[in-house]
């Protein structure tokens, strides 16, 4: 019972799949980003590196890296392709801004 509290303990969900407290939690709770969170993961969708994003947005590279991983434990991944996919299959992001309107 300690390891399940602590986040350590699998859960186990209809089917016999498993899965950490963290991702239980993060499929079961709202999960919201920052204005700057957003524009960051908009700038990075768009191909910019982070210093570009820092750059862009008058801060350090730094500063950048921190909302990064901010970002990716909001949305329990580990890397931008992942963060980008899983914010716009959540609505967080507007996708239409990164491919435009579908041409006839």
């Known amino acids: 019972m300690e390891e399940l509290v602590s986040g350590r303990q699998n859960l186990t969900e209809r089917g016999g799949e498993t899965m950490s407290q963290m991702e239980w939690q993060s499929r079961n709770k709202p999960v919201r980003l920052t204005k700057r969170e957003i ?7 768009q ?4 210093q570009e994003v820092a750059d862009a947005l008058f801060v350090s590279k730094r500063t ?7 970002i990716y434990e909001k949305l329990n991944v ?3 392709v992942k963060a980008f996919r899983r914010a716009a299959q959540m609505g967080l992001i507007p ?8 041409s006839e």
């Open 78 to 80: 580990n890397n931008r």
């Open 95 to 102: 996708v239409e801004a990164f491919f435009g309107e579908a």
């Open 39 to 45: 524009e960051v993961l908009s700038l990075i969708a």
């Open 47 to 50: 191909g910019r590196s982070s």
């Open 64 to 70: 950048v890296d921190f909302h990064l991983a901010n």
